[in-house]
C-alpha cells in the first residue's frame, strides 16, 4: 500500500524557516520522483519542488527559487522541504506526491497530472 505523510508545518513569522517531512511507505523514495505541491485557500493547487529518481536533479517553481531546497534520505525513506526567508504569500496546505516517471524526460517536472499518489497535507502559516 502506498501512503506518502507529510509533517512539520506549523506557524512561523515572515523571513522564518520550517523544514517539511514527506515520509513514505510501500515504496522507496530512491526508485521515485517526488513533487511538493501547495494550495492556498481560494487559489488553485500550485507546483513547488520535485526531486528526480535518477540522477536527483531538482526543479523549483520561480516563487520558491533560492529560498526552498528539496532533498532526500533513501534510509529514511523521506523527502524534505527546506523553507527559508518565508513569506505570507507562502502561507498554504502543502502537499507531497509520487510520479513514476524520471522528469529529465518530461516536458514540465511540476505538472500534477503527472503525479499519481498524494499524501493528506501539512499547513504552513507564516503570519507575524
Known amino acids: 500500500q502506498v501512503q506518502l505523510v507529510e509533517s512539520g508545518g506549523g506557524l512561523v513569522q515572515p523571513g522564518g524557516s520550517l523544514r517539511l517531512s514527506c515520509r513514505a511507505s510501500?515504496?522507496?523514495?530512491?526508485?521515485?520522483?517526488i513533487g511538493w505541491f501547495r494550495q492556498a485557500p481560494g487559489k488553485e493547487r500550485e507546483g513547488v519542488s520535485s526531486i528526480d529518481s535518477g540522477d536527483d536533479r531538482t526543479y523549483y517553481a520561480d516563487s520558491v527559487k533560492g529560498r526552498f531546497t528539496i532533498s532526500r534520505d533513501n534510509a529514511k525513506n523521506t523527502v524534505y522541504l527546506q523553507m527559508n526567508s518565508l513569506k505570507p504569500e507562502d502561507a498554504a496546505i502543502y502537499y507531497c506526491?509520487?510520479?513514476?516517471?524520471?522528469?529529465?524526460?518530461?516536458?514540465?517536472?511540476?505538472?500534477?497530472?503527472?503525479?499519481?499518489?498524494w499524501g493528506q497535507g501539512t499547513q504552513v502559516t507564516v503570519s507575524s
Open positions: 510501500g515504496f522507496r523514495v530512491d526508485y521515485y520522483a
Open positions: 506526491a509520487k510520479t513514476d516517471h524520471e522528469l529529465r524526460f518530461v516536458d514540465y517536472a511540476l505538472d500534477q497530472n503527472l503525479y499519481d499518489n
